[in-house]
Nanobody, 110 residues
Framework: QVAESGGGLVTPGESLTLSCAASPTIFQGYTMGWDRRAPGKQREWIARISHDGIIYYTDSVKGRFTISRDNANNMVYLQMSSLKPEDTAVYYC??????WGQGTEVTVSS
């Protein structure tokens, strides 16, 4: 019901955009967001966007990551710029009712 895509290997400073496709029943009218789990660390919430576009970010990604949604196509995006090695993680998309995807891996390395 939630499926992420767009991960990959990039070098520090580069950009990457993650996509998330969700079923209409868990997308329409709900907050959507992104978590990540870095190697050896706990899962970390990083961004969310409400159905009407209210956005919040965790401090570590403010100014570098942008979350957006396409309500017509049940999609959520995470545009990541100025990527750092510490952004290396598996990124998960979620829907507020409690659905998560399988994750997409992002590796930032020179």
């Amino acid at each position: 019901q939630v499926a992420e895509s767009g991960g990959g290997l990039v070098t520090p400073g580069e950009s990457l955009t993650l996509s998330c496709a969700a079923s209409p029943t868990i997308f329409q009218g709900y907050t959507m967001g992104w978590d990540r789990r870095a190697p050896g660390k706990q899962r970390e919430w990083i961004a969310r966007i409400s159905h009407d576009g209210i956005i919040y970010y965790t401090d570590s990604v403010k100014g570098r990551f942008t979350i957006s949604r396409d309500n017509a196509n049940n999609m959520v995006y995470l545009q990541m710029s100025s990527l750092k090695p510490e952004d290396t993680a598996v990124y998960y998309c979620y829907s507020a009712p409690g659905a998560w995807g399988q994750g997409t891996e992002v590796t930032v390395s020179s």
